[in-house]
Every structure is written in structure tokens, then in C-alpha cells.
């Protein structure tokens, strides 16, 4: 898959006919790194709509449930390979529980 060409030909892309704002605020596609080495390891974060019924979760699949994802990044544990930016969100149980529902929420 090229996710490049994918994301370079999708019509709500920031130069798409079904843009938000103006194609002059398109840094990001404009400049977009086609390929090289800072791109080892890369992937796409897929949207949140709809994630309550697509796991596994995580690049890796490690996780099976919500639940799971939002008591990972409670914690939120040290990288195995390279720096983790990732802080502990600090979420008492009820905060993540409501979380977790708000994310349920989220149809496609």
C-alpha cells in the first residue's frame, strides 16, 4: 500500500475539493517526506470514529480492548527503542472509565 499516493489523492485532503480551510495552510502535505530513512517505523494513526469496533489497538495489536489503550497510557511506560514523548495521562478510574465510554461514542 502507498499510503503516500493514498493520502496525496483523498478528496478531504488539505488540497482536496472537500477541504476545511485554505490550501495555503498545507505545509504539512506540501512538504511531505515521500521517503528516506526518518520514515523507518512510520505509520498512519487511523481516526478515532469507529474505534470501539476495530481492535486490536496499538501498532502492534497489542491490545484488546479500550480499556486496555487508556490504562497503557495511564501508566504510560518507557519506550523499548528510542524516547518516549508519551506522559502519564494521571486519570483517576472514574476519568477513565468515562473515557473509555466517550470513546464508544465515536460512530463511523
Known amino acids: ?46 481516526s478515532l470514529r469507529g474505534a470501539a469496533t476495530r481492535p486490536p489497538y496499538m501498532h502492534a495489536g497489542q491490545f484488546s480492548s479500550l480499556d486496555e489503550v487508556v490504562a497503557h497510557y495511564s501508566t504510560a511506560p518507557a519506550s523499548v527503542e528510542g524516547i518516549s514523548e508519551i506522559h502519564p495521562l494521571q486519570l483517576s478510574d472514574r476519568e477513565r472509565a468515562a473515557l473509555v465510554a466517550f470513546l464508544k461514542t465515536l460512530a463511523e
Request: hydrophobic share 45%; net charge negative; glycine share 8%.
Open 1 to 46: 500500500i502507498d499510503a503516500v499516493a493514498q493520502v496525496e489523492a483523498d478528496p478531504f485532503n488539505c488540497f482536496g475539493a472537500f477541504r476545511d480551510g485554505d490550501a495555503s495552510a498545507c505545509g504539512e502535505l506540501r512538504f511531505m517526506v515521500k521517503a528516506g530513512p526518518e520514515l523507518a517505523r512510520a505509520y498512519k494513526t487511523p
